[in-house]
């Protein structure tokens, strides 16, 4: 069985097309066979008509409603509910293409070590397509060094083995955003990943709900997940590279800081900074 995860939070006028682009998925209206699967929608505390949303679908869609936790625990109600053998996760304002788990099926199925596959996006900003900078190519393979400077993999796009949470677990509920950035660091410690380098999703941005709206600074909690990542078991190189990427973001933060007239803040990261370059923070 495959089961799509889909947090939502007051996104009733994205939620309804993104649920029918799992429904009109190739792999699962094949009818010589029966592709079990099931969707699981987590309300993450909305006050619009997302329950409407969910209940305007003939088919059996699982609905949790929680009053609003955030993202990472929506994502954690929906992996403690699964029943699938593989996980996809959908955002509620992503879409589907019609053979994105059909593709991704047939690797995981001739690849039997491949623990997850993500495939390349395309994007579209207050309604126009715009082209990835040169910073989001994609990869795979090995992965850990690309993941550190930025979210690489979107789970919008990703499919995964059920035994992938069993192992590196589930989603920071104390990180309100970029807990995207934190997982991958973990997955690209522990596994390869493949990347199908065919566009298989529609992401949809600009809209002033979306968290990296929200959060100014986000290179804040991305921080927090790299001194995290630092208590996992590093190689030396990797362990270099984490604390160099602290240095690069702390750079970025203090400075921004500095130009706001904040200067309790940017005094906060120049310290780190001297921390991670002075050699005293090796655990």
Known sequence: ??????????????????????????YFRESDTTRP????????????????VVQSFACDIRYFYQENRGVSAARNVGLQRARGDFIAFLDSDDLWKRDKIGV??????????????????????????????????????????KVLPLCLISLSSALFRREVFEKIGSFDEDLPVCEDYDFGIR?????PVYFLTRSLIVKRGGHEDQLSQR????????????????????????????????????????????????AADAE????????YTSGRKDS
Not at 6 to 24: H, M
Not at 40 to 51: A, L, N, P
């Open 215 to 262: 959060y100014w600074g986000m290179d804040r909690f991305r921080i927090k997940a790299l001194e995290k990542a630092l208590s996992m078991d590093l190689s030396s190189h990797q362990r270099g590279l984490v604390q160099t990427e602290i240095v690069k973001k702390s750079r970025v933060l203090m400075n921004g800081f500095a130009k706001r007239g904040k």
């Open 268 to 275: 906060k990261y120049r310290k780190l900074i001297d921390v």
């Open 37 to 52: 699967f099931e969707i699981i929608v987590v309300d993450d505390g909305s006050t619009d008509e997302t329950g409407e």
């Open 104 to 145: 991704q099926m047939s690797l995981m199925n001739t690849v039997s070590r491949a623990m997850m596959c993500y495939t390349e996006e395309t994007w579209i900003r207050h309604g126009i397509f715009v082209n990835p900078k040169k910073r989001h190519q994609k990869y795979s393979g090995w992965i850990f060094d």
């Open 1 to 26: 069985m495959i089961t799509v995860i889909i947090p939502t939070f007051n996104r009733d006028r994205f939620l309804k097309e993104a649920v029918q682009s799992v429904l009109d998925q190739d």
């Open 187 to 191: 997955l690209a410690h522990r596994y």
